[in-house]
């Protein structure tokens, strides 16, 4: 439990909250390309933000989601669906602002996802995974509405897992090694920030399967 | 606790299953469109009736969900996709009844999804979000699954959402003011039901995001 | 709680890693085919393997879900995901015994999940349908991330949910019987996979909906 403690309640509320906006413009974003009403960049905005921590929270057996019972999670996707719904051109143009923040918000949400899964007494590799899936489930859910291939899993897009992983596991190392505490978690939010910031900027991706022309070859 | 017994528990059952069965109506068509074999009839029946209450459920740590404790909830769906398999060109024929029994489901699943939700400790905001989720999630797992953008997201289709909005608001609303009682209840589930009529019949749309066209005009 | 001891706990866990091996290879491939990176083969490997079990365990209230909390389940589907990286041709050409591998997991699942959600305290009809929520559930996880029509659904394919149908169905009624022992189970999950192999190789499907075609005629 003292884990949840990693930062001041405030300091982790504040932190939460951003990568909750962040995640929310991206799936408002999507709904506005996708030719969605005010509803839908709405209902797009919450599910993008939220996806990833209520199905952590499901598993874990937290409920009813921290979604749920805390407003400021619940409003803030709200506020983004109406930056996007009036200001979306502008948006649109800080685009690689956003982009710089969803790698915050990817970050924040692997650490706390596997803190949170692990102080809930979930094994190690466990708690791992679920971080991994609380950062990057809210997209694939947005992706899933928008009736498109999860951007997650095509190899044409800069590396987004490998970051989150990267994050994910410096925690459950940090823990393994008692060594947990706000600046390695910090650290942890920043290594995988920094990663993800650098696969963008050089456009690393990741291999698709070997020989996947030898089943061309072969007859 | 109280709260749940708005009406008596029968004529609950009764408007939960009338519920159930149209939204079952409506991801059967669906089904048959989408050239499904009678299982995926079944399937599409069961999950657009059921989705929606059984998220809620799980959101709210009601386990095993309704669905699957009350036999007559199961079988309902199966009933109705027996129907359109059998007369679906009648259904279709009248494909206008169904859609005011729909928007008569939409009702009572907002106002009784709010309902329990807020009997089970959430917040006000928080119930209304989920009575919304309640009324309008196995509709949009419907659209998933037959692979298609949900129908609720989409601009060019009559609202939907706002009905079961204004719904689950009036709810929250009563409960607020210590005002909910079997005749503001079925009030709520009326104007929810007549408002989405008025939406079918005069075209109701919500606006899309402003300025979309400014996003080609600028460089 | 007896009944989930049909076959000895390592017989049974042996019996489940099999299964799960054969399902995350079908995730696998699905990926390959739709040109995923090597992140992409994993989480629709994890996800085809684990997803119908996450859900039943979510539904019964059986939280955290065995999938989070047995190392041996999560590391399975890595293990077919590299198989299927670095072999994929090889599968692909050994693709019919990959088929039959799918068909004896479908039996595994169907039964095993209808005798959890019993022992956990589910009637005879809910663990049926959960049963088979189990064995199928993996498979539309798997088709949805990839933005295709779920298989299951699809009338041109040869019956899938009939076998697991079936399979949960002798389950249930073996339970009502009082006749449900390792010997009565094994049969019910032999039914299913003899019934699948069947539906293959006579590429049984199906009805779709009558009168199809009648919706034209019919003005």
Known sequence: MQLQQ??????????????????????ALLAVRKNFDVFGIGVMAEVTALGGGIFRDVIIGAVPPAAFTDLGYFITPLIAALVVFFLHPHVERI?????????????LFAVS???????????????????????????????VLANEVPSLLRWDRDLYAV????????????????????????????????????????????PRAWNRRST???E
């Open 6 to 27: 990693l930062f001041s309640p405030s300091v982790q509320h504040t932190l939460d909250v951003i990568g909750i906006f962040v995640f929310a413009i991206s799936g």
């Open 95 to 107: 685009q690689s602002a956003v982009l710089v923040f969803d790698a915050a918000g990817l970050g």
């Open 113 to 143: 996802g596997t803190t949170k899964a692990y102080s809930y007494g979930l094994n190690l590799t466990a708690s791992a995974a679920l971080g991994l899936a609380t950062a990057v489930g809210g997209g694939v859910l947005r992706d």
């Open 163 to 206: 970051p989150a992983i990267v994050g994910a596991t410096t925690v459950v190392l940090c823990i393994r090694y008692d060594a947990l505490n706000p600046f390695t978690s910090g650290l942890a939010v920043v290594t995988a920030f920094v990663l993800r910031l650098l696969a963008m900027r050089y456009h690393w991706r990741a």
């Open 216 to 218: 061309v070859r072969e």
